[in-house]
């Protein structure tokens, strides 16, 4: 009712709900890498997050503006990740889904209480001082860091799909992804590949969880909301198309915003897995319908 | 199935007896707290709470129980932030270590799952930290609480609006409220309390949103807020609720006469947000400030000292409740003379002390009746008691002036 008279308010929702998007896809992409390549799917995910948020959290604690942290955490991160895969990972990349699952849940757990001993169960954040952007009267705001994170998605998303075409090692990465015991046949140090994936994962996490921490708030427990929305966006996207992720990710930002309102923020949540059902559902029976059958 | 039961009752008993023989002169209190997981913050403001009120008791002398005095000792389990897990380790305390005098876990969560322990082996507990009414609504009889329960949280938030209707150039029952509440035990009582009190004024419910745990963006929310325009704002959502809605009112300059919100001191609103945070009311079960004081710690401010000398920051009011939680049960012991479960149970329920957190008397479901929650407004950069006016330092600011 309200939208309809006051449009200007589904302007707000909209846009509010695709910044809240795009940071949503920077560790979609995280996960859509790693899926694709190591065909794990990370639990961890979430923590990543969080972890990139307390790379944010301390630097700003230590008097360096916070939007530096972004880089930095993906730094961290990118080594987080990498000693991740050295340490554990590699042990899982070729066995069943399922011990994937149960390690990178160990992970996850274990990330969450050495967070929670460090720096305690407490909300934390950093402050970006960007200040917020007004637009008609006032009746749209924009929080600046926000927009931000808006464009980084952006450029980051762009910036992956480069490297995966141009580069060597994304050239390695793809043919690992396709093959990866015809990639070793042809010289490629497919573990090396592992590794960089799986730190790249990292890397994107922790940019995301920068943002966060200065857009929203973190604590170590944070992470599941994360991990599922990167599974679901993944799921909707498809496999390797990071354009999809882009695009899912903003759609569902969007959706779950414009849900929270109509349907109150008790269903903001409700509506984002309902709506994963639905795809889903929608998904097998467009394939169903292309199906054919050999005789 | 009986006789295995009675076996082991026995057998732990005799452990128990042994336990006891070896330390004549110490009391021993028990208590399953969480020390890691999710809670381990506010456990840890417990546990010393606790622990500060048992060194002072034991400094000034211990307990005096018949004519023998009593060194008081607390024995910890961690129950790691999960209900199940807490109540498995009261019932070890009791069982195996013998101890029949339990102090309460943090948070109503973990209480409400070791109550139903403590009221089956009927060992007294005295709780600081489980303020959901639903504790007090099963005809329990060994819990006592010293704090206020949940649903006084921000219903004096509803009273300061009305007083002030006129301010904001309305009839009480033209005050337009909108409620944002986290969807846990904790803050649905906070809803109920205001809910109820808004009704006593007439006041319209605008905006009825319970967030879920897993969200940390309120954005929608608050756009319907911008729409809507209530008059005041109940936000009730821990930590996180407080640090979401003061960031995202001064992000979408919200601007609400009157926000008043739960929890606003460990999210250290004012130290994160400064500004953003000015003219916010916000709950508190106690505060240094307040006019309370009994002969152990002295005033409040005086706890309030001993506690930042001790631990290096000041009391959050998590410990200040749990010191007293000690207070009421070294009472009890003495009245009782003696430490026999029931005997200390009928001490307990006849309970009517003073203390620097406040007043302690308990009704017949073993809630704290004599201590009023208190209201903070943030004003320049300092929290100042505002309500109840009582013990009030300065006249709450309503509305708020509007952002610039």
């Known amino acids: 009712m309200i939208l309809i008279q006051a449009p200007v308010i589904t302007v707000d929702l909209v846009l509010n709900g695709l910044l809240l998007g795009a940071i949503f896809a920077l560790a979609a992409y995280g996960m859509a890498l790693v899926w694709g390549v190591m065909s794990i799917i990370n639990i961890a995910q979430g923590e990543f997050v969080m972890l990139g948020g307390y790379v944010a959290v301390m630097m700003y604690w230590g008097g360096i503006h916070p939007l530096l942290a972004v880089p930095v955490a993906a730094l961290v991160m990118f080594i987080v990740g990498w000693a991740l895969y050295r340490a554990v990972i590699f042990r899982i990349v070729d066995r069943d889904l399922f011990v994937s699952l149960l390690a990178t849940f160990g992970l996850s757990i274990l990330l969450q209480q050495l967070m929670n001993t460090a720096f305690s169960g407490n909300v934390q954040i950093a402050e970006a001082g960007l200040g917020t952007m007004f637009l008609f009267d006032g009746l749209v705001t924009l929080s600046q860091i926000k927009v931000v994170a808006f464009v980084l998605a952006i450029v980051v998303g762009g910036c992956m799909v480069v490297f995966l075409k141009r580069s060597r090692m994304g050239q390695a990465i793809r043919a690992t992804a396709q093959n990866a015991r015809a990639a070793r046949v042809m010289g490629i140090d497919t573990d090396r590949v592992y590794a960089v994936t799986y730190g790249l994962n990292a890397a994107l996490c922790g940019s995301c969880g920068a943002l966060v921490a200065m857009a929203y708030s973190i604590h170590p427990y944070i992470g599941l909301p994360y991990t599922i929305r990167s599974f679901m966006i993944v799921v909707v996207a498809g496999l390797g198309n990071f354009a999809g992720v882009i695009v899912a990710g903003l759609g569902l930002g969007a959706a779950e915003n414009l849900a929270g309102f109509i349907l109150g923020a008790q269903y903001q949540l409700a509506f984002v897995f309902g709506l994963l059902v639905v795809v889903l559902v929608w998904r097998n029976w467009r394939l169903a319908a292309k199906r054919q059958y050999l005789k | ?404």
């Open chain 2, 1 to 404: 199935m009986r006789i295995t039961r009675t076996l082991v009752l026995a057998a732990a008993g005799a452990v128990a007896f042994g336990g006891a023989a070896l330390a004549e002169d110490t009391v021993t209190l028990g208590s399953a707290i969480s020390l890691t997981g999710n809670y381990s913050t506010n456990g840890e403001h417990t546990q010393r709470g606790y622990d500060l009120a048992v060194e002072k008791i034991n400094e000034a002398g211990g307990v005096k129980i018949g004519d023998k005095t009593y060194q008081i000792e607390v024995k910890y389990y961690d129950d790691e932030s999960t209900p199940a897990r807490g109540a498995e380790l009261v019932e070890r305390l009791v069982k195996q270590d013998g101890i029949e005098l339990i102090l309460g876990p943090y948070g109503s969560g973990l209480t409400k799952a070791v109550a139903p322990v403590t009221e089956e082996l009927q060992v007294p507990m005295v709780e600081a930290n489980g303020a959901s009414r639903s504790l007090f609504t099963n005809g329990w009889k060994y819990i006592f609480a010293t704090l206020s329960t949940s649903e006084q949280y921000l219903a004096s938030a509803i009273d300061l609006a009305a007083e002030n209707a006129e301010a904001l150039g309305k009839k009480p029952d033209e005050i337009k409220v909108a409620v944002v509440v986290e969807n846990d035990p904790f803050s649905a009582d906070v809803r109920a309390g205001v809910v109820e009190d808004m009704e006593k004024y007439g006041m319209k419910l605008v905006i009825d949103d319970q967030f879920p745990r897993e969200l940390n963006d309120m954005s929608a929310t608050l756009t319907k807020i911008k729409a809507l325009k209530p008059d005041v704002l109940i936000v009730s959502g821990h930590s996180k609720g407080a640090t979401t809605a003061i960031r995202q009112l001064s992000e979408q300059k919200v601007s609400v006469p009157v926000v008043a919100m739960t929890h606003c001191d460990s999210a250290d609103i004012i130290g994160n947000f400064g500004a953003a945070s000015e003219y916010t009311l916000c709950a508190t079960q106690w505060a240094p400030s307040l006019a309370y004081k009994d002969d152990l710690f002295g005033s409040a401010a005086d706890y309030a000292k001993t506690f930042e000398a001790k631990y290096g920051y000041a009391p959050p009011y998590q410990a200040a409740e749990s010191s007293a939680a000690v207070q009421v049960f070294a009472d009890a012991l003495e009245r009782a003379g003696t430490t026999d479960k029931t005997a200390v149970r009928d001490a307990l329920a006849a309970t009517d002390m003073e203390t620097f957190y406040g007043k302690i008397k308990f009704d017949e479901t073993g809630k704290n009746i004599a201590k009023p929650m208190a209201l903070y407004q943030v004003l320049d950069g300092e929290f100042k008691i505002v309500a109840p006016s009582a013990v009030a330092e300065t006249k709450a600011v309503i509305p708020r002036p509007a952002m610039n």
